[in-house]
């Protein structure tokens, strides 16, 4: 069993930087990409970013690309997705999930197991 706790969310203002982690523990060896996804209230839950096992391959959302950056430290168990720029439409729970294969998907159905989230909230 993979368990993934995510961290680091909070209350910014437009054009501050916030980074989250992705503390992933149990059978890690079952864990190859990591990703983060978001959901605003409202609306369904979208991709942001994925990232490889090996960490040498990334992937963004248009929406996000240029202002967030997605890292992993494979001997911490850890992702990262450091936010910059952040606007108020980047206000969501943020979630990570993990994926059995090396590379990331974008379907939101591909992952079998994601954290609880972390609230990230951008005021204008």
């Known amino acids: 069993q993979v368990t993934l706790v995510e961290t680091g969310g909070g209350l910014v203002q437009a054009g501050d930087s916030l980074r989250l982690s992705c503390v992933v523990s149990?059978?890690?060896?079952?864990?190859?990409?990591l990703a983060w996804f978001r959901q605003a209230p409202g609306k369904e839950r979208e991709f942001v970013s994925g990232?490889?096992?090996?960490?040498?391959?990334?992937d963004y959302a248009d929406s996000v690309k240029g202002r967030f950056f997605i890292s992993r430290n494979n001997a911490k168990y850890t992702a990262y997705l450091q936010m910059d720029s952040l606007k108020p439409k980047d206000a969501a729970v943020y979630y990570c999930?993990?994926?059995?294969?090396?590379?990331?998907?974008?379907?939101?159905?591909?992952?079998?197991?994601w954290g609880q989230g972390t609230q990230v909230t951008v005021s204008s």
């Open positions: 149990g059978y890690t060896d079952s864990v190859a990409a």
């Open positions: 990232i490889s096992e090996n960490g040498g391959y990334t």
């Open positions: 999930g993990s994926y059995g294969r090396d590379y990331p998907s974008r379907g939101e159905q591909d992952y079998r197991t």
